[in-house]
């Protein structure tokens, strides 16, 4: 594909704009789109939803990041591959829209050996610690 050079106005009339723009590589795959009046760009939709940047597909951010608002992560799974967790919070809430009593707490990988646990069982009404040949995916009853 060839880019040809556009001419200064030209380029300026087109990007400064007061209607929404849509780049597609065919009539069903919207690719990028800039909602002028509602100020947002959707990234694989042209329908951006409430949001300022609104991507359909997967996505990666490379470099550093700072987020100074709050952080909702939905999905089954999150998984932080980090060297060092740092939490300021003196109180970590887990288990918090569980449907029903379950055991609750921290398993540790131990690799090729049993995964070790402290735990507060719901049957016994105390914490307990242990080890499981669980990996805790699963888990909602600990028994040894």
Known sequence: MALNRISGDILESTLIRST?????????N??????VDGQRIGVGTDTPGNFALDVNGNMRVQG???ITGDL???G???TIDSQQL??????????????GDTDAGIMINRTAENNALFIWDETLDKFRFGTTTQDGSTVTDYSN
């Not at 929404?20 to 069903?28: G, I, P, R, S, W």
């Open 72 to 74: 909702t992560v939905q």
């Open 76 to 78: 089954t799974t999150t």
């Open 64 to 66: 550093n990041q700072t």
């Open 86 to 99: 740092v939490v300021e919070d003196n109180i970590i809430t887990i288990n918090e829209n569980s449907s």
């Open 30 to 35: 919207k690719l990028l789109h800039i909602d």
């Open 20 to 28: 929404d723009l849509t780049f597609t590589n065919t009539a069903d």
